[in-house]
């Protein structure tokens, strides 16, 4: 412990106190101040640890009802998801496979649209001729198919040959789709459809977040939660503007309390509140899986 002396009209007054820990003592004091005013105003206290995260609470529960963002679902390749237009179909050649596999071709188309038999010898040139005459209904042209009978040395040969319109992206799973399920119902004629699902990959962080800067649900989610933090801004300066009005802060400074502790402290105090709001925050969004704020699963 150090000693010091001072007189003051003519009384000694000695300070057993050490710098340090008078500073400390004067923090301590200060931070208590702040708590016991917290404490004692609760209410107030209260709403400006939660507002904040009310706001948030609000804002995410609007958008996860107005506004959500869906992941690409998966996608059944039939002829369901193409525009209304007749399928065409030609048996070309020989002997009774082809026809029969045009039969169960044309049953299989029936479930989802018309089945035509173009009753020609090239479907190739049948379709480019559609096309010289009119685009419009060339583009209708989404698949076709051409059952084809050949003989060799080695005998019969039958085989299934699928066209499809790359105008459409599924065009070419689907029209193998067709075939595979005429060949199916040919050998098991009582065999249930095959109906081949497109399952899209997720969207990866980027996307998901540059889709959620668009649908502005990010933005109103930042603004319902900027918003809560101005409204309780002014209760963090209730405190010290009442102190100066009523000059505590005038006798806290004469009484030895600096001004940087003065401040240092209130800072401090602040700082824990907001803290506490900003993790309340936190709480919603990942409570709310906000995808304009966060990717799931969360990695650490």
């Known amino acids: 412990m150090c000693e010091s002396a001072r007189a003051v009209f003519g009384v000694v007054f000695r300070r057993k ?15 208590l101040k702040h708590v016991l005013h917290g404490w004692r105003n609760f209410t107030i206290t209260v709403v400006q640890l939660l507002l904040p995260g009310a706001f948030a609470f609000f804002s995410c529960l609007a958008t996860l009802y107005s506004s959500k963002i869906a992941e690409p679902v998966p996608l059944a390749l039939t002829l369901d998801n193409l525009p209304d237009g007749p399928v065409y179909y030609i048996s070309v050649g020989s002997g009774t496979v082809a026809p029969s596999l045009a039969k169960v071709y044309a049953d299989v188309v029936r479930e989802h649209t018309t089945p035509v038999d173009a009753k020609v010898s090239n479907m190739d040139d049948y379709l480019l001729d559609i096309a010289k005459h009119s685009m419009k209904e060339f583009e209708r042209q989404y698949v076709a198919a051409t059952m084809n009978t050949s003989s060799d040395n080695y005998g019969e040969l039958t085989y299934i040959s699928g066209h499809f319109n790359n105008f459409f992206l599924h065009a070419i799973a ?45 933005t109103l989610l930042a603004l319902y939660v900027v918003l809560g933090l101005v409204l309780v801004a002014g209760i963090y300066v209730l405190f010290p503007v009442g102190q100066y009005t009523k000059k505590s802060k005038h006798l806290q400074l004469v009484s030895g309390v600096g001004v940087i502790i003065y401040w240092m402290t209130a800072f401090v105090w602040n700082l824990v509140k907001f803290f506490i709001s900003s993790v309340l925050i936190i709480v919603v969004v990942l409570a709310f899986k906000a995808n304009a704020f966060s990717t799931w699963p969360v990695t650490w």
Not at 19 to 28: D, F, M
Not at 178 to 198: C, F, R
């Open 17 to 31: 106190t050490g710098v340090a820990s008078l500073a400390i003592q004067r923090v301590y004091a200060m931070i």
């Open 174 to 218: 689907i029209s193998l789709s067709l075939v595979d399920n005429t060949l199916l119902h040919y050998v098991e004629p009582a065999s249930p459809t095959i109906v081949t699902v497109n399952h899209p990959l997720p969207w990866s962080f980027a996307t998901r977040s540059q889709k959620a800067k668009d649908s502005m649900v990010g």
